[in-house]
Nanobody
Framework: QVQLVESGGGLVQAGGSLRLSCAAS??????????MGWFRRAPGKEREFVAT????????YYANFAKARFTISRDNAQNTVYLQMNNLQPEDTAIYYC????????????????WGQGTQVTVSA
């Protein structure tokens, strides 16, 4: 069984930063074989793509809103993927989820095989 556990969310003022982490585990889960993605769901909105990263650390893809402010990275030795978020704005308030997909690097949610439970990010004005 694969488990993804997000952490690092919280309450931050507009203009602030947060670094989300997602730790992956599983007896037969080979982390570097999986692309890792971040998605978010804001209140009353559909889940949307934020960023994704290939198993080796490249390539990376970002949603347009994330390109200038967010950075996705991973540490395969620690089975962890990160999302550094800078200059956060109230519209970034959402639950952030990480997800794992075997071998492909999708920018939509449907192909992902495994999902975490999410971590809440709240940005106050």
């Amino acid at each position: 069984q694969v488990q993804l556990v997000e952490s690092g969310g919280g309450l931050v003022q507009a203009g602030g930063s947060l670094r989300l982490s997602c730790a992956a585990s599983g007896r037969t889960f080979t982390f570097h074989n999986y692309a890792m993605g971040w998605f978010r769901r804001a209140p009353g909105k559909e889940r949307e793509f934020v960023a994704t990263i290939g198993g080796s650390g490249v390539p990376t893809y970002y949603a347009n809103f994330a390109k200038a402010r967010f950075t996705i990275s991973r540490d395969n030795a620690q089975n962890t993927v990160y999302l550094q978020m800078n200059n956060l704005q109230p519209e970034d308030t959402a639950i952030y989820y990480c997800a794992a997909d075997y071998s492909t690097i999708p920018r939509t949610a449907e192909p992902y095989d495994y999902w975490g439970q999410g971590t809440q990010v709240t940005v106050s004005a």
